[in-house]
Every structure is written in C-alpha cells, then in structure tokens.
C-alpha cells in the first residue's frame, strides 16, 4: 500500500514538473556587460540597466553540486550533490550558510526540486536523458527530511536557467549571466565569472544560489529591487 501511495505522489509531481527550470541545452544571448546590448533574438537596441553583482558567501559540499532548489520561505537549500548524494544547507543568514544534514544515495544524483513540501532528488546520466530514479523527502521538518521511498520516473528538467520578475539567471561554463526583459526580448543586463562549470541557480529576493560543481555553492548578492520583499 505504502508503494502504490508513492507511486500516485510520484506521478502527480512528475506531471507538474513539465514546466519547471530548463534543460534543452538552448543557449541564450550571451551577456557582454555592456550597458547597452543586442539581443540575438532581434529586436530593438535597448540600453538595459546594469545589474551590481557581487560574493557573498560560499560553502564546500562533500559531493559536487549539481543542482539546487530552495525551500518556500528560502530558509534552506537543497543541493543534489552528486556522489554526495542529498545536502541540506541552512540559508537562512545568507552570508553564513551552513549544512546541517546531508542523505548518501545509492544513486549518484544531479536534479532536485521541491513540489506540495516534498523534495525530489533524481538521478539523471545526462540533462536530456529520460529516464531515472526519483527519490522522495518529506519536509515536515526542512532541516532533516523525512525519506519516503522511490520509484522510477520520466521527464526532468535542470535549473540552469530561471526567470524571476523581467529577469533571467543563466548558469553555465562561463559563470553566472543576467538578462533583462523588455517586450518579450532578453538584453544582457550583467555577469559573473566563477570557476569551472556552474549547473544550477536559484534566487531569492536579491540573493542567488549557485550549485557551482566541485566548487560547492557560491551564494551573490545583486542590486536588483524589482522583486526585493516578494517571495517567489
């Protein structure tokens, strides 16, 4: 009976995780950090305003983090940590973060996202691959997941981009890049050089999250105020 509940839950979460992040290995525009960019989607020159980005904080994870999704109230971080498996960070002093619980796997994992206070971790061979193995936590208390079992799954997405008011994050071997919206078309708006390969972004207010591979996660701060107070 246990399985067949996880079964239905699994099944729910992986019709309404269709939409979530972006993995099809499309590249956006790519940011110059000039004031004034060209979107190579066409359109109008437009003088987008420069986003001040700056570190913060970082902290080493036990595995390589490959993605990350943070809680509703973006208090905690979860970090799909590859050979590390499961890592829980405390977020809630940005410039302090800590882990504070971490689950070894049996799989090595790369996607994790938050859905109805449950966290799905999954192991994916590639970004475009099919099929994996989905585990899932309940998050009744968020700093020590409660496991619930697993089961075999299709269609997943990373977090390599992700869109929060007019802007759009965009991670990858160049580090951090951000876009700004203006009728539909995407302008380089800033950007931020960090070693090595960064897989995944997550924000909050004008905070953002990086799972930044062997790096851990890196943790900026930008000067954005468009979305500052509402948690998204």
């Known amino acids: 009976m246990q399985r067949v509940i996880l079964s239905v839950l699994l099944l729910g979460f992986l019709v309404g995780c269709g939409d979530i992040g972006n993995s099809d290995g499309k590249k956006g525009p790519t940011s110059t950090g000039s004031r004034v960019g060209l979107s190579s989607y066409g359109g ?11 570190a913060l904080s970082y902290i080493t994870t036990n595995g390589t983090a490959l993605d990350i999704a943070l809680s509703d109230d973006a208090m905690v971080a979860y970090v799909a940590s590859g050979e590390g498996g499961l890592e829980v960070i405390d977020i809630s002093i940005p410039e302090y973060p800590r882990l504070v619980h971490s689950y070894d796997l049996p ?12 966290v799905y971790v999954a192991n994916m061979l590639q970004k475009q691959a099919q099929y994996f193995k989905l585990y899932a936590f309940d998050t009744y208390n ?3 997941p409660a496991y619930l079992g697993y089961d075999n799954g299709s269609n997943g997405v990373g977090h390599s981009r992700v869109k929060k008011g007019t802007y ?11 876009h700004k919206e203006n009728d539909s078309v995407y302008y380089p708006a800033g950007s931020y050089y960090l070693h090595g390969t960064s897989y995944a972004v997550a924000v909050h207010k004008n905070y953002i999250f990086i799972a ?8 900026l701060k930008t000067d954005v105020t468009e979305y500052v107070g509402r948690v998204h």
């Open 44 to 54: 109008d020159r437009y003088e987008a305003r420069k986003v001040d980005i700056q």
């Open 107 to 118: 799989e090595y994992v790369n996607y994790v996202e938050i859905k109805d206070g449950r």
């Open 142 to 144: 968020p700093y020590e």
């Open 168 to 178: 759009l994050y965009e991670v990858g071997q160049e580090g951090l890049q951000i």
């Open 212 to 219: 930044n591979g062997r790096d851990g996660v890196r943790v």
